[in-house]
Antibody, heavy 122, light 111 residues
Framework: EVQLVESGGDLVEPGGSLRLSCGAS????????MSWVRQGPGKGLEWVGR??????????DYPAVVKGRFTISRDDSKSTVYLEMSSLNTEDTAIYYC?????????????WGQGTLVTVSS | DIVMTQTPLSSPVTLGQPASIYCRSS???????????LSWLHQRPGQPPRLLIY???KRFSGVPDRFSGSGAGTDFTLKISRVEAEDVGVYYC????????FGQGTKLEIK
């Protein structure tokens, strides 16, 4: 059974930093492309970054809204992906979901974790 | 960026009746390999989204066959042949050809 378990969500002040973690199991993690997607309160889904697998160069991509502030990394030995966030502002308040593109065929966001809540407030 | 636009934003439906949700992309999400990376996801209240359909019309593992996807070019449709109570929630289209962008979501509710 595929499992993605996020952790690290917290209340942080504007301008602060936070690191989220996502532990994965039930699939070959080292071949998966991992993304983070967030959902603000009462809002839709917003993709905030992806890291490709090591065989695909561990290339990272980010949308403009977080580029330079968010960094994704992975540790295949721990089947874990990280999201480092800095210069946080109130608009970063959201549930952050870890997602996995596991199957070559789909090229989609196949599996999702339950999410971890990040609140940016003074 | 490819912008995804869904209609309607809200859809009241009767149990056992069909429902359709539409998605239009600002440019064709056809990748250079010839595949169209257009997916549909479903989010039940209080739950994370889950993948239903990928590459326009292929059902993901475990998805009931009452869900079907179709479309080409810039216009795509998700159809539920007979709505069941567990189908309530918000449906999102998503393109994965140029990174990832989502539609605004369509809320499906029972009349």
């Amino acid at each position: 059974e595929v499992q993605l378990v996020e952790s690290g969500g917290d209340l942080v002040e504007p301008g602060g930093s936070l690191r989220l973690s996502c532990g994965a199991s039930g699939f070959p993690f080292n071949y998966a492309w991992m993304s983070w997607v967030r959902q603000g309160p009462g809002k839709g889904l917003e993709w905030v970054g992806r890291i490709k697998s090591k065989p695909d160069g561990e290339i990272t991509d980010y949308p403009a809204v977080v580029k330079g502030r968010f960094t994704i990394s992975r540790d295949d030995s721990k089947s874990t992906v990280y999201l480092e966030m800095s210069s946080l502002n109130t608009e970063d308040t959201a549930i952050y979901y870890c997602t996995a593109d596991v199957a070559d065929e789909t090229s989609s966001l196949d599996y999702w974790g339950q999410g971890t809540l990040v609140t940016v407030s003074s | 960026d490819i912008v995804m636009t869904q209609t309607p934003l809200s859809s009241p439906v009767t149990l056992g009746q069909p429902a359709s949700i539409y998605c239009r992309s600002s440019q064709s999400p056809i990748y250079r390999d010839g595949n169209t990376y257009l997916s549909w996801l479903h989010q039940r209240p209080g739950q994370p989204p889950r993948l239903l359909i990928y590459q326009v019309s292929k059902r993901f593992s475990g998805v009931p066959d009452r869900f079907s996807g179709s479309g080409a070019g810039t216009d795509f449709t998700l159809k539920i042949s007979r709505v069941e109570a567990e189908d309530v929630g918000v449906y999102y289209c998503m393109q994965a050809t140029q990174l990832y962008t989502f539609g605004q979501g369509t809320k499906l509710e029972i009349k």
